[in-house]
C-alpha cells in the first residue's frame, strides 16, 4: 500500500494487495451484509480504497483505514437497502377489487424496511416464499439458529411497529 499511495502502481504487487483485500473485504461483509449486497460491497470498496489510496497515512496501521473506507460502504448498502421497498404486485392489478391486496402489500412492505437486512430478507425466504429454515440458512449464509433468531426478532419488531410503537425499542 505504500507504493500505491506513493503512485508506483506495480502490477503484480498492486494485484497481490486487491487480491488480499477483496478476501479480507468477503470474510467483512459476508458477516455483516445480506448474501445479494456482499460482492457489490466488495467492489465498491475496491474503487474506493483505489481511489483514496493517496489519503493513507504510512505512519499509521493499513487495516483500521481500510475498516474505515469498509464501515462506510456498509452503511451505504444498508441505507440504500432500507430504501428499497418491494412490493410483489399482483398480475391482476387493473382488474378493481384489489385494493385491499395492494395496500396490505405496501404495508408489508414498510414493516419489513423497518428491520435490519439479514432480519427482512429470512423472513422474506422463510414465511413469504416458504423456504425451510435449513434453506434460508444455505441461501443467507446465516446458521441455523441465526436464521431463526434473526425470524424472532425480525417479526416481534415488525409487529411493534404495526402497533405504532417505536421499532428502535423493539428487540433487535
Known sequence: MLLASAGDLGASDYTRLL????????????????????????????????????????RRPFMPWLIGIAAHK????????????????????????NEELVASGITLS????????????VIHLVK????????????????VSLVKINIHRGLAKAAQAARGNSPSAAAK
Open 110 to 121: 414498510q414493516l419489513l424496511s423497518a428491520l435490519n437486512p439479514a432480519q427482512r430478507e
Open 128 to 143: 413469504i416464499k416458504g423456504f425451510t429454515i435449513e434453506e434460508a440458512s444455505l441461501r443467507t449464509g446465516q446458521s
Open 19 to 58: 487480491t488480499d483485500i477483496r478476501a479480507w473485504l468477503m470474510r467483512f461483509f459476508t458477516a455483516r451484509l445480506p448474501v445479494g449486497y456482499i460482492e457489490d460491497a466488495v467492489q465498491e470498496t475496491l474503487i474506493a480504497v483505489h481511489e483514496r489510496r493517496h489519503s493513507y497515512d504510512a
Open 74 to 97: 456498509r452503511v451505504d448498502h444498508l441505507r440504500v437497502s432500507a430504501r428499497r421497498a418491494e412490493v410483489d404486485l399482483p398480475a391482476d392489478l387493473q382488474d378493481g377489487g
